[in-house]
């Protein structure tokens, strides 16, 4: 059985989105394009737009990673302004959003009305509280290796719906394969009925 991997940076997987590096050429495997808050570059904006104007491809399965982050130096009006464009173009584009989030949850909640396309938060790691917030808005929750050993996010796991989650390896070193058996576990379900919800939910995604 084959596992799908919803966010990596790994150039040797092949079944699941690749994270495309800001300014590097599209894959022949499905990747996400789009400009993580770390790289915002005021003076280089309108450059950064236009190469992922031209990122956007029949494998360009997601936009992203993009989204808020209140730790890089990049001043917030700044990220908002590029989130909310990124938003726009997912709109026109009918892509999902894959979203980075580092202690701006809320705000991040607060865009949702401007989105079109389902957004999923990529590495949740965070408290139960803000889970439910977010699954009540309807964003989805993309898990990675915390899961394995972190008991308070298992915890959360157990009461995500199947149909609003998603697994990643993001850049971390472990197999999906490792994770899909521990999520199986802590649900109680089967693994090939884990498998066929998260490729429901993957086709659910993109076709809106």
């Known amino acids: 059985m084959d596992f799908f991997d919803f966010h990596h940076h790994k150039k040797n997987i092949t ?72 938003i726009y173009l997912s709109n026109e584009v009918k892509k999902p959003l894959i979203i980075h989030c580092v202690r701006k949850f809320y705000e991040v909640i607060s865009f949702k009305k401007k989105a079109e396309q389902a957004m999923i938060i990529h590495g949740f790691n965070k408290k139960r509280a803000i889970a439910e917030d977010l699954l009540a808005r309807n964003f989805y929750l993309s898990f990675g290796k915390a899961v394995l050993y972190q008991l308070s996010l298992q915890d959360i796991l ?19 394969e490792e994770l899909y058996h521990k999520v199986s576990e802590i649900k109680g379900i089967s693994l090939e009925t884990l498998n066929e919800q998260i490729l429901e939910n993957l086709y659910t995604i993109k076709n809106g």
């Open 15 to 86: 079944y699941g989105i690749y994270n495309l590096d800001l300014g590097i050429t599209p894959r022949s495997h499905l990747y996400s394009a789009g400009i993580h808050p770390k790289d915002i570059d005021a003076d280089f904006m309108e450059d950064q737009f236009r190469w992922l104007a031209s990122s956007i491809s029949e494998n360009c399965f997601a936009i992203g990673e993009c989204g808020l982050d209140s730790i890089v130096p990049v001043p917030q009006k700044i990220q908002e302004k590029v989130f909310l464009r990124q």
């Open 158 to 176: 157990k009461a995500v719906p199947l149909n609003q989650l998603f697994l990643e390896t993001d850049n971390d070193d472990f197999s999906i």
